[in-house]
């Protein structure tokens, strides 16, 4: 059994930033490729950004891009994604998702799912 959980959520301003965690139990985390995906309310989920499970490779949506920061430590079985420069359409339920060695763009083909963290950026 695979356990993620996120922290870090929250409410902040535009311009503002917040730094996502995830923290992975019972499993072999450095086997694993990471990612974020985000839902806002009455929109399909969608990648934010993913990392291989050495850590190189990031990829991040064009929404994102110089923006976000994805990062792991795997060490401490924890996935990271710094948020900077944050705008009211990133306003979401973000969630971090595990998927066997190799990173995919598309959420489908996930092995493991969080509960998600609730940020929201006011104007």
Known sequence: ???LVESGGGLVQAGGSLR?????SGHTFSSYAMA????????ERELVASLSWSGGNPDYADSVKGRFT???DNAKHTLYLQMNS??????????CAARY??????????????QGTQVTVSS
Do not use: M
Not at 20 to 24: D, I, M
């Open 36 to 43: 974020w995906f985000r839902q806002a309310a009455g929109k």
């Open 70 to 72: 994805i990062s792991r």
């Open 86 to 95: 944050l705008k009211p359409e990133d306003t979401a339920l973000y969630y």
């Open 101 to 114: 060695l190799l990173y995919t763009y598309n959420a489908g083909e996930y092995d493991y799912w969080g």
């Open 20 to 24: 996502l965690s995830c923290t992975a």
């Open 1 to 3: 059994q695979v356990q």
